[in-house]
Structure formats: structure tokens, C-alpha cells
């Protein structure tokens, strides 16, 4: 949701052009290349429950400077942002925490199918219906609900997205931590 709703987010809070959104699609694009690889040089050093936890507070960390507080004290305000107030999600504050949930969601992407694969059934593993299709069937069906999701929401209120998204998208990660930490034992593979 936080890339999916960027340029309706962007450009009914901040008023951003195209290719203010396409930028900051560009630089998150470039920042996702060096994470994976730094991502994956931990990975030799520390086992996939681990650094799975650890990425998914640096998503929850990410989201949470994407709330913005002053929305939920105020909701009629104005028509953009509170610009004004001390705490609201201004364009850098949304820039930060975007780049810092999406390269932390991306890099714990990995580290879930690791562990995934480790622990499916070995008969899961062969055959047309393996693993691999069934996390690809996974994340297509996640990015088509989290579309439908933001449209649900922006007809809610434009005004209100980000807090409608971020908020709910935040107890995901949140309660994602919560299953890692109950099961961490049964994961250590």
C-alpha cells in the first residue's frame, strides 16, 4: 500500500507532480538494490527468523513516521496537510518514512521466502503446484487486495488516506511480529 498509493497520497496532500512521484519511485527503486545486497551479506552472519524481525521493526519504524497525528486531533483542518502543526507527515517526513518501510518490507521479503521454503512440506516442493507458485499466488493476491484495499479507503476520505492506510497497514506489520516471535522457535532452520 505505501508504493501502491503514492501518487494519489502525494498529490491530493502535497499537490506533486507526476514527476515528483516518479522520482520518488526512482530513488526508491535505487535504494532497493544496495539493501538487497547488504540484506544478503547479513544473511551470512545471522539466521533468517532474525533478520526478518529485525526488518520488519525497521518497516514498523518507516510506518510510524508516516502517522500522522495531527489528522486524528483535527480532521477538518484544511483540504491538504496541517503544515502548520508540530508532528503532521510533511513531504520530507512522508519521503523518509516511505523509503525506510519500503527498503525495510523489501529487504524482509526475502528472508520470508527463505524461511518459507524451508519449512513448506517436501510435497509441496515438487510438481507444478510447488512453493514457488504458491508464494508468487500469495503476493499477487496481496498486491490486488492492498489495490482494492486503497480504493476502499480513498473512497473513505482523500483527505484522510494516508492515516487510512498506514494505521491498519501498521498493525499488519505489527501482529506479522507479533506470529515471527510466537513461532520463532519452530522457524529456526
Known amino acids: 500500500c505505501i508504493v501502491g498509493s503514492t501518487s494519489v497520497i502525494t498529490k491530493n496532500r502535497y499537490q ?19 539493501s538487497s545486497i547488504f540484506s544478503g551479506w547479513l544473511s551470512q552472519f545471522y539466521e533468517d ?20 497525528p495531527t489528522d486524528l486531533m483535527d480532521p ?8 502548520d502543526s508540530f508532528g503532521s507527515v510533511g513531504p520530507v517526513k512522508y519521503i523518509t518514512g516511505s523509503l525506510i518501510a519500503f527498503s525495510g518490507i523489501e529487504c524482509c521479503e526475502s528472508f520470508l521466502a527463505s524461511l518459507m521454503s524451508k519449512c513448506v ?7 507444478t503446484f510447488n512453493s514457488g507458485l504458491l508464494a508468487t499466488l500469495v503476493g499477487t493476491s496481496g ?34 511480529m507479533f506470529l515471527l516471535r510466537r513461532n520463532y522457535k519452530s522457524l529456526a532452520v
Open 143 to 176: 498486491r490486488a487486495v492492498g489495490d482494492l484495499f486503497i480504493t476502499a479507503m480513498g473512497l473513505i476520505s482523500i483527505r484522510h488516506l494516508l492515516n487510512l492506510l498506514i494505521i491498519p497497514g501498521l498493525g499488519l506489520v505489527l501482529f506479522s
Open 121 to 127: 512440506p517436501s510435497a509441496l516442493a515438487v510438481g
Open 76 to 83: 477538518n483542518s484544511s483540504d491538504s496537510y496541517n503544515s
Open 49 to 68: 527468523r532474525y533478520l526478518s524481525m529485525w526488518f520488519m521493526c525497521m518497516t514498523a519504524f518507516g510506518m510510524l513516521f508516516l502517522v500522522d
Open 16 to 34: 506533486w507532480s507526476i514527476k515528483n512521484v516518479g522520482t520518488l519511485h526512482l530513488v526508491n527503486g535505487l535504494i532497493v538494490i544496495p
